[in-house]
């Protein structure tokens, strides 16, 4: 048995997510024999940028600020439909497009928090969650799989079942940024530890969190390799991602945040920047 102990970053782990997510059996059959929904976010479109060299517009996202959208309003696609080797933007028809899902097909969809009872959530910003979150009933009950690649950096303390009954968009006095409430997402959680043992046959677990300047939200792993074969595999893949430049995966025009007051606004309640609070 040799060990491997490891630190990645965030955007590292995005990196291995998005390489074991290319190699997942479900995805790989689906590629060929199915359609695929790609829900935009930054973990999303690493898989994208692998799969098809399309980065995805950002929406929202989490900075220093808070929860907070794009500056810019840009035509380019959030989610894109893949579909016998090919791809189209679907933001505006994603709920006629979703109601043709069977069980052949695929949704990848990444998640805002995770807990340790399986359970995963998506925020939402906008009424129901825009039109993504009025296709979500399809995703589940015309039998499509679900796979959601999220970070171990999301892992949240309690039930998100129970917290997801307690908040809201509405009922904030302030927030830093848009005020959001969650939508439960259900499907198969897809983290850095299950990316490593789709690339190798280990056994991999954290055990550590967090660091300084740049580690700020990593995850620290033990991996373990029965065999020389298995240990070189996964090894030569680590330093690959240890030695290469990783940066914020997306649409770049997208990743400019938003500032009060721009074109977003309108659709978003309880930001302190947007009342001049703060």
Known sequence: MKKIQITLTVEEGKEIIALGMLNHPIFKNTIDNGKILFKGGTTVSKITEKLLKVPLRISGRITQRGTVASKATLKE??????????????????VAEVAKFTDKDLIICSANAIDNYGNAALMAGSVGGGLVGQSLSSWYTEGAKVIIPVGLEKIVPGNLSEII?????????????MSVGLMPLYGEIFTEIEAIKTLADVDCFPIGAGGLGMA?????????????????????ILKTIKTKPIGISGLEDSLEECEAICDNCSKHIGCGYKSKVF
Do not use: F, M
């Not at 696609?77 to 994603?94: F, M, P, Q, T």
């Open 216 to 236: 700020q939200g990593s995850i620290t792993l033990e991996i373990h390799a029965p065999s020389n074969e298995e240990y070189e595999k996964i090894l030569e």
């Open 165 to 177: 009954n307690k908040t809201g968009r509405r009922d904030k006095s302030i927030s830093w940024g």
């Open 77 to 94: 696609a959030h989610s894109i439909l893949y579909h016998n080797r090919e791809w189209k933007g679907v933001d505006a028809d994603i």
